[in-house]
């Protein structure tokens, strides 16, 4: 195996423009033109245009997942798929990670098989950010750590998108636990720089006063029915007991304080959004009824991740089709 380079440097242009590592270092332009790319290929997919399958007729996907997912890591195998290229779908257990491995050899071993692009999602925030100093292959972040969740951001806005037509002048409630939220930083990103107000709220152990330092028009409440009201979007949280070395807030108390229940909705916009990027947990975050509401577009984002995921694979592995 070739050593690893000791001085990395920043990618050249054109790999940095083919990975994906967070909303942050987007520009509106940028974003613009993968959710305008996400709606053009899904509506190629819904006319069942034949060609669609051959876009990336060749190419190779490395999928890397070292921490638990059902809608991503199967989305960026589907969208891959459904562009013609081939994937391989590596776990840390049974990955020679286990034996000791560090992750730049493995994925300098990886590199060395030259897939088209790597999509990885791991436990530590900036991990593909490092990485993407190291290769020279397309990476694309599913997921750092509680720093950012770029694809889920998209294909949110996607939805928004949909049915509301713009960003703009949106009111936004993000809702649940933000501290440790990747999903909340790429959406407060995404929305900020589109325009929209975004409002979270949360108790005070997973909302602190440094989230507002990360885009303009963000408030901050603890207060779940002054976050709700006027909204025309609630984006609801999971609550990441993974991340908390220990429970912040009582468990059995949190649906009381924070769960949204269709009582809510009534303060929100007439046809506001419910939305939650999943797995859901029933009776924490949002009840039954909401959850299975017609305000709810949960399994709408799940579908839109595919055309997204798709129009980020295609940037990565045909840069100019994207542009
Ligand atoms: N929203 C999301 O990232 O879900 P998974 O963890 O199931 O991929």
Redesign the pocket.
């Known amino acids: 195996m070739n050593p690893i380079s000791l001085s990395p440097g920043p990618p050249p242009a054109r790999l940095a423009e083919r990975s994906l590592l967070g909303i942050e270092e987007l520009s509106r332009e940028q974003i613009q033109s993968l959710l305008d790319r996400s709606i053009y290929l899904k509506s190629r997919r819904a006319q069942q245009d034949p060609q669609l399958v051959s876009e990336l007729a060749g190419k190779t996907i490395v999928n890397l997942f070292f921490e ?6 199967t989305s960026f195998e589907i969208a891959a798929k459904r562009l013609g290229a081939h994937t391989v779908s590596i776990q840390e257990q049974g990955s020679s990670l286990s034996k000791g491995e560090s992750l730049v050899d493995t994925l300098n071993t990886l590199a060395a098989m030259q897939p088209d692009a790597i999509v990885m999602r791991h436990a530590a925030s900036g991990a593909p950010h490092f990485l993407s100093r190291f290769l020279a292959r397309p990476i694309i972040n599913a ?1 750092d750590g509680r720093h950012e ?1 770029p694809t ?1 951001a998209l294909l949110d806005a996607m939805t928004i998108l949909e049915r509301k037509k713009t960003l703009e002048g949106l009111k936004v409630a993000i809702i649940g636990d933000i501290a440790h939220s990747r ?1 909340a930083r790429s959406n407060i990103h995404l929305l900020t720089k589109f325009g929209s107000f975004v409002t979270l709220c949360g108790p005070a152990t997973m909302v602190s006063g440094s989230l507002r330092s990360l885009g303009p028009n963000i408030t901050l409440t603890y207060d779940m029915k002054e976050a709700v009201q006027d909204a025309d979007v609630v984006m609801m949280l999971r609550v990441q007991l993974e991340r908390q070395a220990k429970p912040i807030f009582p468990k059995n108390e949190y649906f009381q304080y924070y769960g949204l229940e269709i009582e809510h909705l009534q303060l929100a916009k007439p046809e506001a959004l419910v939305m939650h ?3 859901i947990n029933r009776g924490r975050e949002l009840s039954n009824e909401v959850a299975d509401s017609k305000s709810s577009v949960i399994l709408n984002q799940v579908e839109n991740g595919l055309s997204v995921r798709m129009a980020v694979l295609e940037r990565a592995c045909v840069a100019e089709a994207a542009a």
């Open positions: 638990a997912s059902t809608r991503t890591r997921g969740h889920q999903v990027p999943g797995p």
